[in-house]
Each structure stands twice: as C-alpha cells, then as structure tokens.
C-alpha cells in the first residue's frame, strides 16, 4: 500500500541520505497531505500504480486554488518527485508520473534583511530581562546574527560543540555536513554568562540552548523569542531566525566579504544560492556612485 511505501522512504532518507529529522518529518507531511487529496478516506485500498499524472496535477491545481504560495507548492511537488524517483528506482512503479508536471513559477523575491542601524540597536540597547532566559534569549539573537545559521542547526548546537578559547562553533547542517564558523569577542562574552547561570542553574543537558525545565529550546520557541526581539527594534513584517540569516549575509556582503567566503560560512553547496544577497548591495553601490562619479548630482 501507498502508506507503507511512504514509511520506507522516509527511512530512506533518514538511515540512508542522512536528512535532518525536520527535512524528513517536512516530506512526510507533503506525501501525507497529497495522499490524503487523491484517496478520498480510503487509504488501505490505493496502490502506488493507480497515482497517475492526472491526480498529481490535479493536487497542484488545488494547492493553488487554495491560494497557496508557488514556493510550497513547489515544495511539495519537490517532495513528489523525489518519492516517485524512490518508486522507480526500487521498481515498485513503471513510470514516474511526476515528469510531466511544470512547477508554478515563483516570482522573484528579495531576501528580507535588517537594517545595520537596527542591528546596533538590537545589541547595545536592547534590555534583555534578568536571569537564565534573558541571558539565552541575549545568546540565541547574537548567535543566530553573528553565524548566519539555521534555525534547525542553532537547535541541534551542544555545549560540546562550542570551542570557546577558538571562537568557533562547530554546526551540523544540511545532509549532515559539518562546517566551522568563527565568532567575535562579544559573542564569546555572552556565552560565557550564559554557561555560568545555566550552570549555577544546575542544567546539565548536553544541548546548549535550553527552557528553565532544563530541556531543549524547540522550534517555536526559538522563533517566537526571535518575533519578540526583532518587534521592538523594526517594523519589518517578517521576524524570522531566518531573517537574522539574511540579514548575516547581506551585512558581510555590503562590507565588503568575499562571496565564497560566505557561501562557506552559510552552508551552501551552490554559489547561485548565496547570490541572491549581493543585490540588496545596490543601495551601497548607489552611495558609492554618488560619491565618486563626477557628473553625479548634476
């Protein structure tokens, strides 16, 4: 049945690809969702040759309908085409019927970034309240600012992979790839107060970041600290971890980082990924051109 093959390809991609628990558990979701489109409640009687193109791009068509972004939806044609990829090559099915679907086009879009101002702001005037979660919540902003990193892997960061005396940590990101990305004094400083109270607290998850029930910060958690800090400091509609990632990139670039430099420190395996920020570095160049450019302002 439908279902089982589902199961194994999540196994698949957890023992054998390596994804990360909320990459699988991301694909799990899509193939559940469009199982539950073309089966119409009765699961147990569907088998995986009777999913035909016609059914895949009528659950497309209904995404967008609904009035779901091209980006999800693309994603979840993504998820799609990677298990029917499994199918075929495990020979449970002739054909891959996802071929023929064209994904919707998503328009393009520029990352959503702070302000270098507000950053400042955000660091040096910000009051965080007192005790173990002010100095987290202080913790988690400088990481998440000063690394560029991932929400997923800011989670799975442990006590054991920070190397202070280096200023380094050390991050398991995408397909299990470690990388090391450096860190500056003042972050140094934060993580030394917040070992001090978490230890005095008597905390000893191996997790770095943690809730004062000494267990690990999820995924909500981490973004609704993220949405409170980022409200007092700017009016951006998005306040995501991931737009402190952004707003990493954008800031090395505008200052000047070599680009594969921060490919690097990112954790991209494409250069084209990193790309997408060198155009929020127009508003510099323009200063620069007014500066520089004889006939400028004439």
Same mark, same amino acid.
């Given at each position: ?19 990360? %628990? ?23 009687? !569907? ?16 995404? *967008? ?38 994904? %919707? ?28 979660e002010g ?18 892997? !800011? ?25 090391? *990305? ?16 978490k230890a ?5 998850? %191996? ?8 267990? %690990? ?58 790309? *997408?920020?060198?155009?929020n570095t *127009? ?16």
């Open positions: 049945m439908v279902e089982d093959v589902i199961q194994d390809f999540i196994s698949y991609l957890n023992l054998q690809k390596r994804f990360s %628990p909320l990459t699988a558990k991301s694909y799990q979701h899509d193939l559940n969702e469009f199982l539950n489109f073309i089966s119409d409640g009765k699961k147990n009687e !569907l088998k995986l040759s009777e999913i035909s193109y016609q059914l895949i791009r009528a659950f497309i068509a209904d995404q *967008i309908d609904k009035g779901i972004a091209a980006s999800s939806v693309n994603r979840k044609l993504s998820s799609l085409k990677s298990f029917f990829k499994y199918a075929l090559k495990n020979e449970l099915v002739k054909e891959n019927p996802t071929q023929k679907i064209k994904a %919707p086009k998503i328009p393009k879009k520029l990352p959503v970034f702070i302000d270098e101002s507000q950053t400042e702001t955000l660091f040096s005037s910000y009051v965080f309240d007192d005790g173990f100095a987290r919540d202080k913790l988690l902003m400088d990481i998440l600012y000063q690394t560029g990193i991932r929400r997923a892997e !800011l989670l799975g960061l442990k006590e054991s992979d920070v190397d202070i005396y280096n200023l380094q940590l050390k991050v398991l990101g995408k397909r299990n790839k470690e990388r090391i *990305i450096p860190f500056d004094y003042s972050l140094k400083r934060n993580m030394e107060n917040y070992l001090r109270i005095e607290a008597q905390f000893k998850n %191996p997790y770095l970041l943690v809730t004062i029930h000494n267990e %690990p910060l999820n995924e909500t958690q981490v973004s609704k600290i993220v949405s409170n800090v980022l409200s007092a400091i700017t009016t951006a509609k998005k306040k995501s971890p991931h737009v402190l990632r952004h707003t990493f990139a954008t800031h090395l670039l505008n200052n000047g980082a070599d680009i594969n430099a921060v490919k690097e420190l990112l954790g991209h395996t494409s250069l084209a990924a990193t790309q *997408i920020y060198t155009h *127009i508003d510099k160049l323009k200063k620069m051109y007014n500066q520089a450019h004889p006939r400028a302002g004439n």
